[in-house]
Antibody, heavy 120, light 112 residues
Framework: EVQLVQSGAELKKPGESLKISCKVS????????IGWVRQMPGKGLEWMGI????????RYSPSFQGQVTISADKSIKTAYLQWSSLKASDTAMYYC?????????????WGQGTRVTVSS | DIVMTQSPLSLPVTPGEPASISCRSN???????????LAWYLQKPGQSPQLLIF???NRASGVPDRFSGSGSGTDFTLKISRVEAEDVGVYYC?????????FGGGTKVEIK
């Protein structure tokens, strides 16, 4: 069974760093893109960026470029989303999702989400 | 960026009746290969989004055949032939033609 299992909820203070994870199983990690999607409280979905673990090719939305870093570790089949200095406005649910094919025409498998709360 | 606009924002539906959601893009999503790079997702309350339709009109694995996607270029429609109670949630369209990928604002479907 294909699964994406995300790390648990986080409560952080403004200015702190954070790295959340998305561990995959049930398929060849290197052969599909993994994307990250933000959902702020009560709001819609926002695409943040995407990584191809096979060669670490990474693309970002301009809205998130420079604000977050997406990475992947093939040896442990895990993708990451990290912040160096969190803001209150980073409070949201974050989803990782796998693309349906070697291109990125759709995300067919989603993680359960990681809730990040940033508050002083 | 490609802007995706969905309508309506809210859609009260009666079980057993059909329902339809519109999604428009400000640029054509039709690629040279003949595919429209448009996907539909449903986010049920308290759950992660789930893929319904990819490449404009292809149902994802396990999606009931009461869901169908149509359209081409800039105008797309998701149709539910007979709404069931389990279909409530927020529906999103998403273009995957170019980076940055972009979502529509969502359509909330609820039972009357």
């Amino acid at each position: 069974e294909v699964q994406l299992v995300q790390s648990g909820a986080e409560l952080k203070k403004p200015g702190e760093s954070l790295k959340i994870s998305c561990k995959v199983s049930g398929y060849g990690f290197s052969s599909y893109w993994i994307g990250w999607v933000r959902q702020m409280p009560g709001k819609g979905l926002e695409w943040m960026g995407i990584i191809y673990p096979g060669d670490s090719d990474t693309r970002y939305s301009p809205s998130f470029q420079g604000q977050v870093t997406i990475s992947a570790d093939k040896s442990i089949k895990t993708a990451y989303l990290q912040w160096s200095s969190l803001k209150a406005s980073d409070t949201a649910m974050y989803y990782c999702a796998r693309t349906r094919s070697s291109g990125y025409d759709a995300f067919d498998i989603w993680g359960q989400g990681t809730r990040v709360t940033v508050s002083s | 960026d490609i802007v995706m606009t969905q309508s309506p924002l809210s859609l009260p539906v009666t079980p057993g009746e059909p329902a339809s959601i519109s999604c428009r893009s400000n640029q054509s999503l039709l690629y040279a290969n003949g595919y429209n790079y448009l996907a539909w997702y449903l986010q049920k309350p308290g759950q992660s989004p789930q893929l319904l339709i990819f490449l404009g009109s292809n149902r994802a694995s396990g999606v009931p055949d009461r869901f169908s996607g149509s359209g081409s270029g800039t105008d797309f429609t998701l149709k539910i032939s007979r709404v069931e109670a389990e279909d409530v949630g927020v529906y999103y369209c998403m273009q995957t033609l170019q980076i940055p990928l972009t979502f529509g604002g969502g359509t909330k479907v609820e039972i009357k």
